[in-house]
């Protein structure tokens, strides 16, 4: 069934536009109108994707409808950027589960000359306190009685980034952004089969009275595949954050719902109107390294020798430090087999990646946390990725898994932290975008957990729906320090932006300085390894995006080494286990979207685990 196709009118969008904040760079193109695209329906198991080519710009996101939507904004002129933002908000009402205005995200930005990070990462309030998730005898919190809590629930800061990041590199207006969520918050959208299946399993989400009344029928059934959600109450408040900008969320009715919310949760939060309206993004420095795959390293006399630039998000997230670890780490290793056999990743590459993968998690526990909080060891992130620290490394992957990894120290280290327990982590959504002038966005956005603290914020009880709340706060350390009573560099305290895996990541030709990349993926911690082995497979084994993105998912967080479910032969697992390795089989739900560059323009691939599509001209 067809979702009736209907405009926005100019009218409209010049009333908004003329109220907007920030103001455009250039004058808007008045020709362009959102119409709302059909709506999908594709089952959300595993579908085969085909890739998509495309000749002047592209982009790609998690589900038809906001990929649609930065197509649309691409094509009436837009920056990367302005696309980015269009795709975010539709993202928040479609896919409310991952992001969304009540979250927070990393987005990284090429400008066609320069790489820039910018941190939306939610924060802690001022009143946040390092043992606010201990419970009795000052144990750790269950983890779903940490999320529910009011002290999961950190300042969000997804909107004021983006806002910050137009002001730099829009094109279009502010207001006009907004358009296509606004025009399918009114009118409706079909409930997605993922968005179904994601409902029917939760069993929190019903707890909330007005997420209960928004996402579930009246006798509490998840609204089933097809049926047409409408969501007022957040086309009011995105209708004021077009007019107004930032401080429509940050300030105001909505800022003291938000606040209500937090506070009138089991275990009170004490996230404040003040931590809203002081929430600062911050730009930060792009973490770069310079890679070569390891086969022409090895090969002096290969025709065509590429070496590449892969920058990644610094600190607070991880990501670009483990993925660079992990690649400089099998660039010490030999291979005994080749890499690929059959089309999947050989049990010898499997064993020397996933021990190259226990390496870098153990660094990270040990060191990783946010830059204004934790220093860096021997004062520079880049010592963790050091040609001459991850040989010294490499020399510990033997022919047997060492099971668990302990941290290493950079030469000219010294640290009294402890190292992090291991904790869940969940979440996320992620967005690519390129231009046509050539400009690319990468950017990782989230809730954390799926439905993040399950409290939905709204103004007007009368209005169905609104926004969820992140539970961000719960990426912090629960133990704010160990046995010996040694700090975590990752424990909670006033101010500080928790540690993530988010991994958005560009690619550039070393020596041209030419964009070859976007990419990156949702999934908690993994989200490190979903992203290494797209680099590794475009990168190492030729594929294209597509190919590599399809490819079974694999790692290790530092215990056991994690398989697929049903992906790799059993001669793999016995081969792994044979050197030691326990290995779990189990569900890595992956959500890649990657854009790379092609002879004839660009080509991108999405994650077949998920709903997401590419478009482009």
Request: hydrophobic share 40%; with cysteine.
């Amino acid at each position: 069934m067809t979702a009736t196709r209907s405009l926005i009118t100019l009218a409209a969008l010049a009333l908004l536009a003329a109220c907007a904040s920030p103001p455009p760079a250039t004058a808007p193109s008045t020709a362009w109108q959102y119409s709302v695209p059909d709506q999908p329906e594709a089952a959300s198991g595993n579908t085969d994707k085909p890739g998509w080519a495309t000749k002047k710009f592209a982009v790609a996101a998690a589900n038809p409808l906001a990929t649609d939507a930065g197509y649309q904004i691409l094509r009436a002129g837009g920056s990367a950027v302005d696309a980015a933002i269009a795709v975010q908000m539709v993202l928040g009402l479609v896919e409310p589960q991952s992001s969304g205005i009540g979250g927070g995200s990393f987005l990284m930005h090429f400008d066609g000359q320069k790489v820039t990070a910018h941190d939306g990462r939610e924060t802690a309030p001022a009143a946040a306190r390092p043992d606010m998730l201990l419970g009795e005898g000052g144990k750790p919190l269950p983890f779903d009685e940490a999320v529910l809590s009011g002290h999961s629930v950190g300042v969000p800061g997804a909107v004021r980034m983006l806002e910050a990041v137009h002001r730099q590199h829009g094109v279009l207006p502010w207001a006009q952004l907004f358009a296509p969520a606004i025009a399918l918050a009114e009118q409706g959208f079909k409930v997605s089969p993922r968005l179904h299946t994601l409902l029917k399993s939760e069993p929190h989400l019903k707890k909330d009275p007005v997420a209960a009344a928004y996402f579930y029928g009246p006798q509490g059934q998840a609204w089933p595949v097809g049926h047409v959600l409408k969501n007022p109450e957040l086309a009011q408040v995105l209708s004021r954050l077009a007019r107004e900008g930032s401080v429509a969320l940050h300030e105001g009715p909505v800022a003291q719902a938000i606040v209500q919310r937090t506070q009138s949760a089991p275990r009170p939060g004490s996230l404040s109107l003040a931590d809203l309206k002081t929430y600062q993004a911050k730009e930060r420095p792009a973490l770069c390294f310079d890679h070569t795959p390891p086969a022409a390293q090895a090969d002096a006399k290969a025709i065509t020798v590429r070496s590449y630039r892969i920058c990644g998000f610094p600190p607070p997230s991880s990501g670009a430090v483990a993925i660079g670890q992990i690649l400089g780490l099998l660039g010490h290793t030999r291979a005994q087999d080749p890499e690929l056999q059959n089309g999947l990743p050989s049990p010898d590459w499997l064993h020397r990646y996933t021990e190259a993968s226990r390496l870098a998690f153990a660094d990270r526990a040990q060191y990783l946390g946010d830059p204004d909080f934790v220093h860096a060891p021997a004062g520079d992130w880049r010592s963790l990725l050091a040609p001459d620290y991850l040989r010294q490394r490499s020399q510990l992957i033997g022919a047997q898994s060492m099971k668990t990894a302990q941290p290493g120290q950079p030469t000219g280290t010294r640290t009294s932290w402890a190292p992090m327990p291991a904790q869940t982590e969940y979440g996320t959504s992620h967005i690519s975008v390129v231009d046509g002038q050539g400009r690319a966005v990468a950017m990782t956005t989230t809730i954390e957990a799926g439905f993040g603290s399950r409290r939905m914020v709204t103004t007007d009880p009368a209005r169905p729906g609104g926004f969820l709340l992140n539970n961000q706060l719960t990426d912090f350390s629960f133990a704010p320090a160990d046995a010996q009573g040694r700090p975590i560099a990752n424990r909670v305290e006033p101010g500080k932006r928790p540690r993530s895996s988010m991994s958005p990541t560009l690619v550039f030709d070393q020596s041209t300085g030419q964009l070859v990349m976007s990419g990156g993926s949702p999934g908690g911690a993994l989200i490190i390894h979903y992203t290494a082995k797209l680099l590794a497979g475009t990168l190492h084994w030729g594929l294209n995006a597509q190919q590599a993105v399809n490819l079974p998912n694999f790692g290790s967080l530092n215990g056991p080494t994690l398989l697929e479910e049903k992906r790799f032969p059993a001669s793999t697992v016995d081969a792994l286990k044979a050197r030691g390795h326990e290995v779990r089989e189990m569900d890595m739900t992956s959500g890649l979207q990657a854009i790379e560059r092609t002879p004839t323009g660009w080509f991108g691939g999405a994650d077949p685990r998920r709903e997401g599509v590419v478009m482009g001209d």
